[in-house]
């Protein structure tokens, strides 16, 4: 993935997360992009 694909993916995120919570912290987008796992979220 190149850093324009991971802007556009980060970007819609994002985006998703405001619509779906109404704010955005950091952990919940490297969970949603898979790049952290729920497990070690955990931790």
């Known amino acids: ?5 991971l802007r ?3 970007h819609h995120t994002v985006n998703t997360l405001v ?3 109404g704010f955005v912290n950091p952990l919940d987008v ?3 992009l898979g790049a952290v796992t729920p497990e070690l979220a955990e931790e």
């Open 19 to 21: 619509w779906e919570k």
């Open 8 to 10: 556009k993916k980060v």
């Open 30 to 32: 490297f969970l949603r």
């Open 1 to 5: 993935m190149n850093r324009q694909e």
